[in-house]
């Protein structure tokens, strides 16, 4: 499994990233492009202080519900001032509120707050060395985010000098207390051999962890080694739900692992038709692998109704970014000039509408 390093700041998905590993739907393409991440697009999820959801009130009973973050003018209002007007968007009056609890009281969030505040140049401005400052008190007091954020900037040499054994500690820290990316970063760490010995069973056993946490690069990177049976019993079945658990999550990658393992039978009932879904699921999200087995099973119509068309479309998405297929340069040459161009204009238009998302 290829193995890199990502660097995002605290409550913006702070995972490292784990490579695409498993098998073919079909027989790849002889000019197929190296098997890449899948366009894996931020999808980690915030893993710091964040306000709650807000509920849908039932028809019968639609009665505000009271803001649990105070305005910043709301006299003797009850919450947590600084917080509540960093996820309001008033970065200015979170840094003085998260400044003034922190040196008034020692309150270990507000650290934490400014810490953020500081790494991405919000109500103040950017310094990560200051930053670093911040979140190591607040790690010395035991906060597992500012233990994690200290871990990430040592691992990148971010404000700090690059120590990737402090990176290691830190980590285990957090990840022995409970933090979920903090204990897929050790997984990885463990895959790697850096700073620890080489053992897949060690980094299976602190992926478990993560994933328990719902992160979804764990159980995507844990659903792999239990598919591989490398160093680690093998267990498709478990594999299967890993994979579902990280896909329903939104995790593109494991949403195409799981497609090819349904397509194939794999661990699982083999079901065409649901592979397919998730292959266009998969698609419609940018992932090139998925756009060039979905445009083969619409070539064919296997799991889906036969659209050659389509079909074109698709290869013409993922041979633009660089997977190309002589089985589909076939299916397209086999096609009218009329539905040619209707192949082109739809790949043209899906493109215009990626290119608005980016």
Do not use: C
């Amino acid at each position: 499994m290829r193995l890199s390093v990502l660097q995002t700041p605290l409550l913006r998905a702070p995972f490292l990233g784990l490579a695409l590993s498993g098998l073919l739907l079909l027989p790849a393409p002889a000019d197929a492009a190296p098997r890449e991440d899948a366009q894996k697009q931020t999808q980690g999820k915030a893993r710091g202080k964040q306000a709650p959801e807000k509920a849908k009130p039932d028809a019968a009973q639609a009665q505000p519900r009271p803001n649990p973050y105070p305005q910043e003018d709301t006299p003797g209002a009850k919450g947590d001032v600084a917080y509540g007007a960093y996820q309001r968007g008033f970065y200015r009056t979170a840094y003085r509120a998260a400044l003034k609890q922190a040196e008034e009281s020692g309150n270990v969030p507000a650290m934490v707050l400014l810490g953020e505040l500081y790494q991405r140049g919000l109500g103040a401005p950017a310094s990560p060395a200051k930053a670093a400052e911040w979140y190591r008190k607040a790690a010395d007091k035991g906060s597992v985010d500012a233990q994690f954020a200290l871990a990430l900037q040592y691992l990148a040499g971010d404000g700090v000098k690059e120590d990737e054994e402090t990176a290691a500690k830190l980590f285990r820290q957090a990840a022995e207390s409970g933090h979920g990316p903090a204990a897929y970063n050790l997984g990885l760490l463990y895959m790697q051999g850096r700073k620890m010995p080489e053992s897949r069973t060690e980094a299976a056993r602190w992926f478990r962890l993560a994933a328990e946490k719902d992160v979804e690069d764990a159980q995507y990177a844990l659903a792999v080694l239990l598919k591989e049976g490398e160093d680690v019993p093998q267990d498709l079945p478990g594999a299967v739900r890993l994979l579902q658990q990280a896909a329903d999550h939104g995790h593109i990658t494991a949403q195409l692992e799981l497609a090819i393992m349904q397509f194939n039978g794999n661990g699982m009932e083999k079901n065409e038709a649901a592979a397919a879904t998730l292959f266009r699921k998969a698609a419609l999200a940018g992932n090139v692998i998925a756009q060039n087995r979905y445009a083969r099973l619409l070539s064919a119509g296997r799991g889906t109704l036969q659209d050659k068309v389509q079909a074109s479309a698709w290869h013409l998405m993922a041979r633009g970014r660089g997977l190309g297929d002589p089985y589909l340069d076939d299916v397209m040459d086999s096609l009218s000039e009329a539905d040619r161009k209707q192949a082109e204009a739809l790949a043209q238009k899906w493109r215009a509408g990626e290119r608005a998302v980016q």
